[in-house]
């Protein structure tokens, strides 16, 4: 992984006026949210949080209400200080920033969008989104030029004149997302901004904010309590329960080895359609009795969709190849299984819970892949 741009170190955050004893309870006699909260009348927002996100990443964070989710992410602009651990952003680590760098970080690096922007009602969509650069003093006919452009890049040209008001809620968090573009910052922070949306306007929101932080390379952490976006829209998840993260991973590492009963609850009825790849359903070529020749292949990085159309105009196995190489092959029930997951298994690396979860290593190493195969793994192809 390239140099983190947002790194947590044991983040904990214990909330109340007895926070340190809490912590010193919950390190030396290892006492639970339950207890902190009757002996010391604290609560246990964040519980030993450590996690990296590289430059481009978008880190989408997923849990139930009151899991801290949004505790967790006001930490990376120093909202909030932690009780005990480390945040280090751009590679420093900012408990050890004055005033005005902090405010210089804030202003220059780090865009920040809600659920409910609180766009100034009477100032034109021009000038809210202006609005953070004027408070750098920055001149009125660049503020005019930079905003123009934001508002263009979230397809909101023609309504810079407009007042917030005028605006559907979709645009109004559009607004809200260019006026967190406006100084071009290396890092967003988004916390639920869309769930407050129309279920269509925000599927359109998701995909149109997923191409614009992928092409302007922007590190972003995204927090939802839905899974299907944070599926549509993260390259890595980390689901968070009771201030812990449980699980952290790619969307196919998620659904196809869910940590726990609780991740396992969210990706009930989630479509593995367009996520779970053949590479993970496959079984190794060295257990296939038939012949290989002609028959029809496809790479191991192709979805099951793809595989459906593949098997539907053939009728045969499919041979699953990586670099060209043949490693594996797919029949029609293998192919049924791995469409229907859950509890009936997803061929050879179904969601057996002891079997490769994501992890909690920070990096979702998963498995079922073949660069990811567990060494000694009796499940797993051409182990050895
Ligand atoms: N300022 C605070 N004082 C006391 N408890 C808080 C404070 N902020 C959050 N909490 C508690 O921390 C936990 C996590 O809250 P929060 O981060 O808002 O969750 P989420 O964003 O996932 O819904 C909850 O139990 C909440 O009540
Ligand atoms: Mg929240």
């Known amino acids: 992984?390239?140099?983190?741009?947002?790194?947590?170190?044991?983040?904990?955050?214990?909330?109340?006026?007895?926070?340190?004893?809490?912590?010193?309870?919950?390190?030396?006699?290892?006492?639970?949210?339950?207890?902190?909260?009757?002996?010391?009348?604290?609560?246990?927002?964040?519980?030993?949080?450590?996690?990296?996100?590289?430059?481009?990443?978008?880190?989408?964070?997923?849990?139930?209400?009151?899991?801290?989710?949004?505790?967790?992410?006001?930490?990376?602009?120093?909202?909030?200080?932690?009780?005990?651990?480390?945040?280090?952003?751009?590679?420093?680590?900012?408990?050890?920033?004055?005033?005005?760098?902090?405010?210089?970080?804030?202003?220059?690096?780090?865009?920040?969008?809600?659920?409910?922007?609180?766009?100034?009602?009477?100032?034109?969509?021009?000038?809210?989104?202006?609005?953070?650069?004027?408070?750098?003093n920055v001149s009125k006919s660049r503020r005019w030029a930079v905003s123009d452009h934001v508002l263009g890049l979230v397809d909101l040209k023609g309504y810079e004149d407009r007042?917030?008001?005028?605006?559907?809620?979709?645009?109004?968090?559009?607004?809200?997302?260019?006026?967190?573009?406006?100084?071009?910052?290396?890092?967003?922070?988004?916390?639920?901004?869309?769930?407050?949306?129309?279920?269509?306007?925000?599927?359109?929101?998701?995909?149109?904010?997923?191409?614009?932080?992928?092409?302007?390379?922007?590190t972003t952490l995204f927090i939802t309590h839905d899974l299907d976006e944070a599926i549509r829209i993260g390259d890595r998840i980390a689901i968070m329960k009771d201030g812990v993260l449980v699980q952290v991973g790619t969307p196919e590492d998620i659904v196809m080895n869910p940590a726990d009963d609780y991740v396992r609850a969210f990706i009930k009825g989630i479509s593995r359609l367009k996520l779970v790849k053949a590479h993970s359903i496959m079984q190794p070529l060295s257990r296939f009795g038939g012949v290989a020749d002609g028959l029809p292949r496809a790479d191991g990085g192709v979805d099951l969709d793809r595989l459906i159309d593949l098997q539907v105009g053939s009728d045969q196995t499919v041979i699953v190849t990586e670099g060209g190489r043949d490693v594996g092959f797919v029949s029609k029930s293998q192919l049924l299984r791995g469409i229907q997951g859950g509890e009936h298994g997803g061929g050879e690396h179904g969601q057996g819970g002891e079997h490769g979860q994501g992890g909690r290593d920070g990096q979702g190493r998963g498995h079922g892949t073949p660069d990811r195969r567990r060494p000694g793994c009796v499940r797993c192809p051409d182990r050895g």
């Open 163 to 218: 007042l917030p008001r005028e605006l559907s809620g979709g645009m109004q968090q559009r607004v809200g997302i260019a006026r967190a573009l406006a100084s071009d910052p290396e890092i967003l922070l988004m916390d639920e901004p869309f769930s407050a949306l129309d279920p269509l306007i925000r599927l359109q929101l998701q995909d149109q904010f997923k191409a614009l932080a992928v092409s302007l390379k922007k």
């Open 1 to 136: 992984m390239s140099e983190p741009i947002v790194k947590l170190s044991n983040v904990w955050k214990v909330f109340g006026a007895k926070a340190r004893e809490a912590m010193q309870a919950i390190r030396g006699e290892g006492i639970g949210k339950a207890e902190a909260l009757r002996r010391f009348g604290c609560v246990v927002g964040v519980r030993d949080v450590s996690l990296e996100v590289p430059r481009g990443e978008i880190f989408c964070i997923m849990g139930l209400s009151g899991s801290g989710k949004s505790t967790l992410i006001r930490h990376v602009n120093r909202l909030i200080s932690p009780t005990s651990g480390t945040i280090e952003i751009l590679g420093r680590d900012i408990a050890a920033l004055n005033e005005r760098e902090l405010r210089g970080l804030r202003a220059g690096h780090i865009g920040m969008v809600f659920q409910h922007m609180a766009l100034m009602p009477h100032r034109s969509v021009r000038d809210n989104v202006a609005y953070p650069l004027e408070i750098q």
